[in-house]
Structure formats: structure tokens, C-alpha cells
């Protein structure tokens, strides 16, 4: 079984930055994808962004500019850096990731989700 543990949110004034960070652990061969979603009140769950093993990366057109996903792959870990954070971008976020557990065995997991608030 894998875990997912998410930290770095809080409360931040517009304008302000937060660092999120996703630990994964477990027994897994490796991490494919990780990514970070976000979810508004009342609102579906959108991407925010997604790095490859390799690094590429991938942003929703909102956070674009103004968000960085990174990776260690040595310590299973992903960071989300947030910069000019808006009203807008209160939300709960969830930590996503593709793990292959073994040759044959690949599976998605989610974080328990953490909340960022930023007040205007």
C-alpha cells in the first residue's frame, strides 16, 4: 500500500506564497506521475500541475507563471511552489500520483487533501 501525505497549506494573504509537499511511501518499483489537483467549494476538480519522472512538466492555464511543480525522486517527494496566489486559488489540494508497484501492477493514488485559503 502506498501513502500519500500532504503539507505546506494554510492560510496566506493575496499576493503571498505557500509551498506544498507531497511525500509518498511505501512499497512501489518507482513513481510515474505526480501531480497536484485542486478542488473549490462547489466547484469540480481541476489540474493545477503534473511533472514526469523525467521532469516535464504540465500547468492548468491559471497557475501558469505563477505556480513551479518539482520533484525528488530520491526521497519520493513533490513540491508545488505557489507565487502571486489569489482569492481564486482557495481550494482544497489533493497530492495525485501513478505508482508502479511491479511489473504488471501500476495504480493511481490520492492525498487527503490540504487546505490553502488566501485571503484579499
Known amino acids: 500500500q502506498v501513502q500519500l501525505v500532504e503539507s505546506g497549506g494554510g492560510l496566506v494573504q493575496a499576493g503571498g506564497s505557500l509551498r506544498l509537499s507531497c511525500a509518498a511511501s511505501g512499497s512501489m518499483v518507482s513513481i510515474n506521475v505526480m501531480g497536484w489537483y485542486r478542488q473549490a467549494p462547489g466547484k469540480q476538480r481541476e489540474l493545477v500541475a503534473v511533472?514526469?519522472?523525467?521532469?516535464?512538466?504540465n500547468y492548468g492555464d491559471s497557475v501558469k507563471g505563477r505556480f513551479t511543480i518539482s520533484r525528488d525522486n530520491a526521497k519520493n517527494t513533490m513540491y508545488l511552489q505557489m507565487n502571486s496566489l489569489n482569492p481564486e486559488d482557495t481550494a482544497v489540494y489533493y497530492c495525485?500520483?501513478?505508482?508502479?508497484?511491479?511489473?504488471?501492477?501500476?495504480?493511481?493514488?490520492w492525498g487527503q487533501g490540504i487546505q490553502v485559503t488566501v485571503s484579499s
Open positions: 495525485n500520483c501513478l505508482v508502479t508497484l511491479s511489473w504488471y501492477d501500476r495504480r493511481e493514488y
Open positions: 511533472i514526469t519522472s523525467g521532469g516535464s512538466t
